[in-house]
């Protein structure tokens, strides 16, 4: 069997944990720069605001109808989830972080286990130890958990958060109230091209022949039928290096000048290096990006970006951020006012692999300085020792002016409590 535990509408349950008094009360949690909604709150969806609804236009309704507007606040959010999963983690020694609030647990060996209570111990316990509220599906395979999750947060009352599809009746029944455009694995396109065939719910998928699942949505779509079917297919993946790493930002500003550009996406570099030696990867290319304002229409718009295969792999800063630069030098035009830019890298190999080419290689003695640049970074804050390249006062700051507190991870905003 395996679980599949889901932190109830996470960034507002997080907010809520240390301000009791918005309790009942609609929450919306805004994207970086607050530009957009991100996550809300029951009450919030109650009110009509949609996923994605941009701020600016939303303030009136906000103010109208005493929603409370907050800035995203990922330190605390990753803080509250480590939590969390480190709870998960005592009622299985199988666990797949599968996103910041989500976790699947694999419960091999519970034959005996009463699992509705053990659900529900595990609901209990995370709730009193952190404050976030979960539900928790529990099913033969990891998509029929997700289904089991999906009812237990609709119905909590009756499920008492916690469900379960221990049989043949309950997976028909709860797969017959599932749209197709909600199964875990199904995007919007497939849903389209199954909705326009007649298939509307996800057991009507499972009807499908295999042979028409495989040849429209290749093997992984047979594989996803197979295991709503409750045929385990799908098993817990283990924590892969990521494949490519970007680091891209909208600016406090419009930048008109190479040399503004140059900064920031010799500080993106940067930031895209430090990630790779976090994993040991080295990089073969990667990609520089530029655009206007698309939402100017008073000014000229361009768009732009490069792909550059590097010479060597590597995963100094030094050399990402010549490279990022250069790439950026071959996309720039002038008269423009730049919105935007970012840079990905990718292709990667691990550290340990890498070959020397004949003529042109990595500086080794990059390797020593880029440990004692992270070190250092590490233990006094970050971006303490910077490139020649990056502006030595700027200090990236989003625009958050709705920030709450940094609760669990500053030790200035620690709640003080007076008795």
């Known amino acids: 069997m395996f679980a599949l535990i889901d932190c109830n509408n996470f960034y507002a349950s997080c907010q809520r944990v240390f301000r009791p008094d918005l309790e009942h009360k609609p929450i919306v949690v805004l994207s970086n720069n607050d530009g957009c909604v991100i996550a809300r709150s029951n009450e919030a969806k109650a009110l009509g605001i949609p996923m994605g609804a941009v701020a600016y236009q939303y303030e009136k309704l906000f ?39 989500e976790a699947f647990l694999k419960l091999s060996g519970f034959e005996l286990y009463n699992l509705q209570t053990y659900g529900e111990e595990m609901q209990k316990r995370v709730t009193k130890c952190t404050g976030i509220p979960i539900s928790v599906g529990i ?19 009756k ?28 995007g919007r396109q497939h849903s389209k091209r199954l909705q326009n065939i007649g298939i509307r719910t996800a057991y009507d998928f499972t009807q499908l022949d295999d042979k028409w699942v495989k040849k429209n949505l290749a093997i992984v779509g047979l594989r996803l039928k197979q295991d709503l079917q409750g045929i385990p297919t799908l098993n817990l993946e283990e924590i892969q290096a990521k494949k490519s790493i970007a680091t891209t930002r909208s600016f406090d500003q419009n930048y008109t000048e190479l040399k503004q550009l140059e900064e920031r996406v010799s500080t993106f570099a940067v930031s895209c290096a430090e990630k790779l030696r976090n994993q040991n990867s080295c990089c073969n290319s990667l990609i520089v990006f530029i655009h206007t304002n698309p939402h100017r229409n008073d000014l000229p718009q361009y768009s732009r970006n490069i792909v550059l295969k ?3 792999p590597t995963n100094s800063s030094i050399e ?6 250069e790439a950026l030098s071959k996309i720039f035009k002038e008269g423009y006012h730049y919105k935007k830019a970012g840079v990905i890298v990718q292709d ?10 004949i003529f042109e290689n990595s500086d080794e003695r990059h390797k020593q300085l880029m440990k004692s640049i992270d070190k250092i970074n590490t233990a006094f804050g970050q ?24 609760y669990t991870t500053k030790l200035s905003d620690i709640i003080t409590i007076k008795v």
Do not use: C
């Open 63 to 101: 103010e109208e109808k005493g929603v409370h507007v907050f800035s995203a606040n990922f330190p605390l959010y990753g803080d509250m989830s480590q939590r969390v999963m480190s709870i998960l983690s005592a009622y299985s020694p199988e666990i797949e972080i599968y996103s910041i609030d």
């Open 139 to 157: 099913a033969p395979t990891k998509s029929l958990s997700k289904v089991a999750n999906k009812i237990a947060k609709k119905f909590p009352d």
């Open 159 to 186: 499920t008492k958060s916690v469900y379960i599809i221990d049989s043949e009746e309950k997976r028909i029944k709860a797969l017959k109230w599932l749209k197709v455009e909600d199964v875990w694995g199904i």
């Open 310 to 312: 590097l010479p060597f």
């Open 320 to 325: 990402i951020s010549r490279f990022a630069i």
């Open 348 to 357: 990667f190999i691990d550290e340990d692999k890498v070959q020397f080419n």
């Open 383 to 406: 971006q303490k020792i910077r490139l020649a390249s990056q502006d030595l006062k700027r200090v990236w700051k989003m625009k958050q002016e709705r920030l709450s507190p940094f």
